[in-house]
């Protein structure tokens, strides 16, 4: 059994990029709904 490799540059601002540049729009759908789903970067940053 393999694991799931993800897309280069998926998490990165060079993958969304591309999507944009090339109007992948099930891409930037994607990219959209998982920053969506992430909690705010000061809730798990220690800071208050």
């Known amino acids: 059994m393999t694991a799931l490799k ?6 990165t601002g060079r993958g969304l990029k ?13 990219f959209r709904n998982e920053a969506i789903s992430q909690e ?5 940053s220690g800071k208050r």
């Open 6 to 11: 993800p897309r280069p540059g998926w998490r």
């Open 40 to 44: 705010p970067f000061w809730l798990h």
């Open 18 to 30: 591309h999507a944009i540049e090339t109007r992948q729009h099930i891409e930037i759908e994607h």
